[in-house]
């Protein structure tokens, strides 16, 4: 059974940072492209940032450009997404998925979702 368990999310004060981690179980993690999205109240799922299976390659929306960083451990299992000088509007849900077919960019291209986890950035 495929499972992925999101971690790491809370409330921080804009300009600070967090780490999300995203543990990965029943299918071979290292083969495959993974992602993290986000949903705030009111939105669409939307893109944040993706990997490629060994890691080497990187993507990331606009508006976290510079300020995100997506890596991998292949040996773990685990995905992470550093976020730092955080804002306001980065607050939501946040999803780490498994790509499948298609566009890494699109959340109709995500075959597995994590349960989610809350980051909240306010003073």
């Known amino acids: 059974e495929v499972q992925l368990q999101a971690s790491g999310g809370g409330l921080v004060q804009p300009g600070g940072s967090l780490r999300l981690s995203c543990a990965a179980s029943?299918?071979?993690?290292?083969?495959?492209?993974m992602a993290w999205f986000r949903q705030a109240p009111g939105k669409e799922r939307e893109f944040v940032s993706a990997?490629?299976?060994?890691?080497?390659?990187?993507y990331y929306a606009d508006s976290v450009k510079g300020r995100f960083t997506i890596s991998r451990d292949n040996a773990k299992n685990t995905l992470y997404l550093q976020m730092n000088s955080l804002k306001p509007e980065d607050t939501a849900v946040y999803y780490c998925g498994r790509v499948g077919s298609g566009s890494l960019y699109n959340a109709d291209s995500i075959d597995y979702w994590g349960r989610g986890t809350q980051v909240t950035v306010s003073s």
């Open positions: 990997i490629s299976w060994g890691g080497s390659s990187t």
């Open positions: 029943g299918f071979t993690f290292s083969r495959l492209r």
